[in-house]
């Protein structure tokens, strides 16, 4: 019991790590997103989110982690920042 207790607390901090980490991410993605509505830039980049991806599956591959997964939650976030962007595009 002490052991499902430990690693449950492991998974309580990584938990708070990954909200942490998201929340950072967003800040950088909500500046690009506004310095790309200011410059008239598209809302979407197909290329940079093809090179994001690609990365992020060789990274989730060395790490043992499902690389199909890794993409999944990618394109979570990816579709999430778009909708930002647009958003930033509607207010320019």
Do not use: Y
Request: charged fraction near 30%; hydrophobic fraction near 45%.
């Amino acid at each position: 019991m002490d052991e499902l207790l430990r690693l449950r607390g492991s998974i309580d901090n990584l938990d708070a790590a990954l909200v942490h980490l998201l929340a950072e991410r967003f800040k950088c993605t909500e500046a690009v997103g506004k310095l790309k509505a200011r410059a008239g830039l598209p809302p979407a980049d197909p290329d940079r989110e093809a090179v994001q991806i690609a990365r992020l599956k060789e990274l989730s591959q060395s790490s043992g982690l499902d690389p199909d997964f890794a993409e999944k939650i990618l394109n979570v976030i990816i579709a999430e920042v778009i909708q930002n962007h647009r958003q930033f595009a509607q207010e320019a």
